[in-house]
């Protein structure tokens, strides 16, 4: 007993010290193992995190311990100061030297140099892995007892080498890095590592430049260039980017392969290259971590160099047209787009072997489907046919000469698709031999062509069946009767197996026939469809028979014409709706209209007729279509010029061969010498005077036309209302302010919108001017916005609107008053934003547009009427300039006279020296409703009428004399005063402030109120 209850003890205490050590165990190895990782910049950077990733899932598998990973970021690159590093050793020793950690990792030059320099002070002995570029690591004697080491790197000459090799022709080579100390220090190896290539092509460096000159120029590489992208994570403005998302842009931007160091850059444009992992570096760094936490020293392991992969991307490798076959062994491909036997490979074998398990009953119903289908097709070739049958008469109703062969040889060519035709053929009978002529055919590209004629000799049998009207059918030449050995023979001898061939016929002759021939397999001609093809045979002979007749009378109307176009007459042909088919040059000598002016408009001629005399001719008409016989009637047209013209019309009616009125031949005779014979000298003298008169006055409009145009270069006169108005523009000129001119017509609005641009800082720029009366309102949308290539019918091409020509000028918009309601919104929107939509596309575009607009029109007059929106009005209306009339500016008109009589007289090449006392104060004492514009037309017409030195007014200028006006004029500080008044009471007496004058005055605060006491300015 007592040695059972001994042997029972013993277990018991063995059991105990085994549970005791495996609890032990379990708590070592249950207390976590604390790793720091310092990597080396945060922002925007896949690639750290890539490699933290890499590390913790790879400690998790290869070491038994739990591990605490803590990941830190040095971000030297972004912070470079000293300061920021002190703070930075700071952080790290009251973060992790208690509970110490049990290896520290430092990925990066700028990790490594920190753990180098600083790691035993902050970390004391504590293991350390140093993954850096330099080679110096690699070095025992560089490295600390405790610390061992990672050599990675970008695969420079890797990369160089394979871009040789994919592509041999390259001659250029880009190599492109930012302004950091990262992108900085990249570069410096890439040179390092480059100083002594000696490759086939020139290494050029893209470094230290902005993003746009970036751009810029991987846009514009020569040929034969390759681009080696390193980093770009500030550019030369200190701007910040994302490397592989800027890589995004330079690979859309760049006319050649981009290739890169690491793989984060797959997939954002590079074709690929010799690229440092993310994922093999954090596995290495892993494996060497798990062994120092297994207990190994870092003196014992050995410092190691990384690897790097060759890895590319499907996607790029298409774009350049490089096929994998010629990728080095080894390398890996991504982005690829499987196959569909890729991805439902399963998926297919097992609905085969459903297939195979089921064959019997599939096949049975796709059988049955097949014969479905094949009816179906039939059918829908069936409606096809009757669908083309139904149109095919419309298309040859009116169709021209010129045109009936091409649409013939469409339809033959649509017939032999529908029906599944070898060959379709027409062949036409010859008038003066025995033959048949081939006029159109089509086969298919393997086909033997038709023969070009064929004697009705070797066919006797067919002839007389031809021309019996009889149609001709067989599936197989044996099917011919006995009679049709010639047939049979020559059917043999070109190969033909079935024919259906169906005379041409208008119902008195035959014409020809049409053939469907088939060379490959024979084919059944069914009743319905060679009754269909009867129909296409005569539509076809229809069209034929037209086209002769249409041929034959443009021939005669070509010869009648040739006589016309000589005849003193003048001779038109006019078509039964009236339009015009030629109109003889002698029109213009009888008119004065040209033949183009009649045919574009024949309604023309009974324009010209004078109205007291087209009822005669309205009589002539009605009796003319109604009698079908030769008529004349003498009547009276009002030439171009306005002359009367006495005209005596014949007319000859134009019929078909049923009698069918077809239009009228009719001759115009010029008899005004005979009819005016009677009239007295003193009517003629009168008529020449109208005429000269009219004359006169085309001619003073043409002038005035071209004086609006181009004469006003200067701004003249010293009337204290013109000075004010300089004085206004002298003050706005040189803001951006939205200025508006206000003024009757003839001011000279224009001519002072053009003195705001020509004092501004815009004035390198010429003025855009826009007349907004002038252009449809249709069309005044484009102008102003412009528009793409087919934003609407007529649009040809892309057309830049005037606001975006005007980008950093000014635009003149004339007569404002004038613009379309809905075309008002979008002004608006670019006097607000400085943005609008071309007509046609969605993108906005913005403009720097200074606004200057001017309107003869009360615009709050128009608002007040719902014609023009009050906001818009409120943003032009910021700077008002009110230009005066001619008559509030009296002594201005002797400097206007005398500078409008030079102007003139060296035009005209005259000499007037004086203008007379009397002439100028008649000039002073009119009212001018028409302003300067009429003031130089007045001047210009007494130019032409004075023969000596003085100036002698052609015009009667006996108008109320405004003495009233002058009464009227106030001096520049009145108006001033009354100006500055009317702005303190639109902003309710407010001086200061956003909304105050002196903002709306361009005038400092105190300036205001300087010259409000100065004018005796209070406020009420």
């Known amino acids: 007993m007592r040695r059972i209850e001994s042997v029972i003890l013993f277990v018991l205490l063995a059991g105990l010290l085994v549970s005791s050590f495996a609890h032990a165990s379990e708590a070592k190895y249950a207390e976590p193992k604390r790793v720091l990782l310092i990597l080396f910049y945060r922002q925007g950077v896949p690639w750290p995190g890539l490699i933290a990733e890499s590390l913790r899932k790879s400690l998790v598998t290869k070491s038994p311990h739990t591990v605490e990973l803590n990941v830190e970021y040095a971000d030297r690159g972004r912070y470079p100061d000293d300061t920021y590093l002190q703070k930075l050793i700071e952080l790290y020793r009251y973060k992790y030297v208690h509970p110490p950690m049990d290896v520290v990792i430092g990925v990066g030059d700028e990790a490594a140099d920190i753990l180098v320099e600083y790691g035993e002070a902050v970390f004391g002995k504590i293991p350390m892995v140093i993954v850096s570029a330099n080679p110096k690591i690699l070095r025992r004697d560089f490295l600390k007892s405790h610390m061992t080491s990672l050599l990675w790197g970008p695969d420079i000459q890797g990369n160089i080498e394979l871009i040789e090799e994919l592509f041999p022709k390259t001659r250029h080579l880009f190599i492109v890095s930012g302004s950091s100390l990262t992108d900085r220090e990249a570069e410096k190896l890439a040179r390092k590592t480059l100083r002594k290539h000696g490759g ?73 290259g010799s690229l440092l992992s993310a994922e093999v570096q954090g596995r290495r760094c892993a494996d060497i971590a798990a062994r120092i936490l297994e207990g190994k020293r870092p003196v014992d392991i050995y410092p190691t160099s990384g690897l790097n992969q060759l890895m590319f991307d499907w996607r790029q490798l298409k774009r350049w047209g490089i096929s994998e076959e010629r990728l080095p062994p080894g390398s890996i491909v991504r982005f690829k787009t499987h196959s569909l036997w890729e991805r ?59 045109r009936v062969d091409q649409e013939i040889k469409r339809v033959l060519k649509s017939i032999g698709k529908i029906l599944k035709l070898d060959r379709v053929s027409i062949f036409e009978v010859s008038e003066n031999d025995p033959k048949l002529h081939l006029v159109h055919s089509h086969k298919d590209a393997d086909i033997k ?134 109109v003889s040059p002698s029109c213009e000598r009888i008119s004065g209209y040209t033949a183009r002016d009649f045919m574009d408009n024949p309604s023309l001629f009974r324009e010209i007729i004078v109205a007291e005399d087209r009822d005669i001719w309205n009589s002539h008409y009605r009796d003319s279509r109604q009698d079908l016989k030769p008529l004349e009637i003498q009547f009276r047209i009002q030439r171009r010029d306005g002359q009367i013209r006495w005209i005596e019309h014949s007319c000859q009616p134009v019929t078909d061969d049923q009698g069918g009125l077809q239009g009228f031949r009719a001759s115009n005779r010029d008899v005004t010498p005979r009819k005016l014979s009677e009239i007295d000298l003193r009517q003629a003298y009168t008529e020449i005077e109208q005429l000269k008169n009219q004359l006169e006055a085309e001619t003073a409009y043409l002038q005035e036309e071209i004086k609006l145009e181009h004469n006003f270069e200067s701004i003249i006169g010293q009337s204290a209302a013109l000075q004010y108005v300089l004085y206004k523009v002298e003050q706005v000129a040189a803001a951006d302010t939205t200025v508006l001119v206000l003024g009757e017509t003839g001011t000279g609005k224009e001519l002072i919108s053009r003195a705001v641009h020509n004092n501004s800082l815009r004035r390198a720029r010429a003025l855009v001017k826009v ?26 091409s892309r057309q830049t609107g005037r606001f975006e020509v005007a980008d950093g000028a000014s635009i003149f918009l004339d007569e404002i008053g004038e613009m379309p309601l809905d075309l008002q919104t979008k002004l608006l929107r670019v006097l607000q934003d400085g943005e609008f939509e071309r007509l046609g596309t969605a993108r906005t575009i913005k403009v720097d547009v200074r606004v200057i607009a001017a309107t003869n029109r009360d615009l709050e007059a128009e608002v007040a009427r719902g014609r023009f929106r009050e ?80 100036l002698r007014l052609a015009d009667d200028l006996a108008g109320p004399v405004h003495k009233e006006t002058r009464g009227r004029l106030k001096s520049l500080q009145a108006i001033e005063k009354d100006y500055i008044m009317r702005v303190l009471e639109e902003t309710s007496w407010r001086i200061d402030g956003p909304k105050g004058a002196a903002l709306i005055l361009d005038m400092h605060p105190s300036t205001l109120r300087s010259r409000m006491s100065k004018l005796g300015i209070q406020k009420p």
Request: hydrophobic residues 45%; charged residues 25%; glycine residues 6%.
């Open 200 to 272: 086939p092509f020139e290494i050029n460096y893209i470094s230290n430049v902005s993003k746009t000159g970036l751009l810029e120029k991987v846009a514009r590489l020569p040929e034969n260039a390759a681009l080696l992208y390193l980093a770009f994570t500030r550019d030369a403005r200190g701007a910040t980017f994302v490397p592989r998302e800027i890589l995004s842009v330079i690979s859309e931007t760049a006319n050649a392969p981009v290739f890169g160091i690491i793989d984060p850059y797959l997939g954002y444009g590079i074709v690929g």
């Open 771 to 796: 007349n907004c009366a002038t252009l449809p309102a249709n069309l005044i949308e484009s102008e102003l916005f412009g528009h793409e290539r087919g934003a609407f019918t007529g649009a040809q």
């Open 449 to 582: 062509a038709p023969p070009s004629e064929i004697p009705f000799g070797q066919l006797p049998w067919a002839e007389q069946k031809l021309f019996n009207g009889e149609v001709l059918i067989f599936s197989d030449p044996a099917d011919l009767p006995a009679e049709a050995g010639s047939e049979k023979n020559f059917l043999r001898a070109q190969g033909v197996i079935s024919v259906a061939a169906i005379p041409l016929s208008t119902g008195e002759k035959i014409l020809g026939l049409l053939a469907l021939t088939m060379l490959k397999h024979r084919k059944k001609w069914p009743n319905e469809l060679i009754r269909q093809c009867r129909l296409v045979a005569e539509v076809f002979a229809n069209a034929l028979v037209r086209k002769q007749h249409e041929e034959s009378l443009m021939l005669a109307e070509a010869k009648y014409r040739t006589v016309a176009d000589f005849t003193y007459d003048w001779e038109y042909w006019a078509n039964v709706d009236d339009t015009l088919a030629y």
């Open 344 to 402: 439902y490979r399963g998926y297919i074998v097992a609905a085969i072997l459903i297939i195979l398990v089921e064959f019997g009953l599939i096949f049975f119903l796709l059988r049955q489907r097949a014969q479905r289908r094949r009816s179906q097709v039939e059918l829908a070739e069936r409606l096809r046919f009757e669908e083309m049958l139904s149109a095919l008469s419309a298309r040859f109703v009116n169709l021209p000469p010129n």
């Open 871 to 950: 906001d818009l009005f409120y943003r032009l209306n910021v700077f008002p300039i009110t230009v005066p009339p001619l008559r509030d500016r009296n002594e201005d008109i002797p400097l206007l006279a005398e500078f409008f009589v030079g102007k003139v007289t060296k035009k005209m090449g005259k000499s007037i020296e004086l203008i007379p006392e009397g002439v100028m104060k008649k000039l002073q004492d009119y009212h001018w409703p028409g302003n300067v514009r009429e003031l130089e037309n007045v001047i210009e017409r007494a130019v032409i009428n004075s023969s000596g030195p003085k």
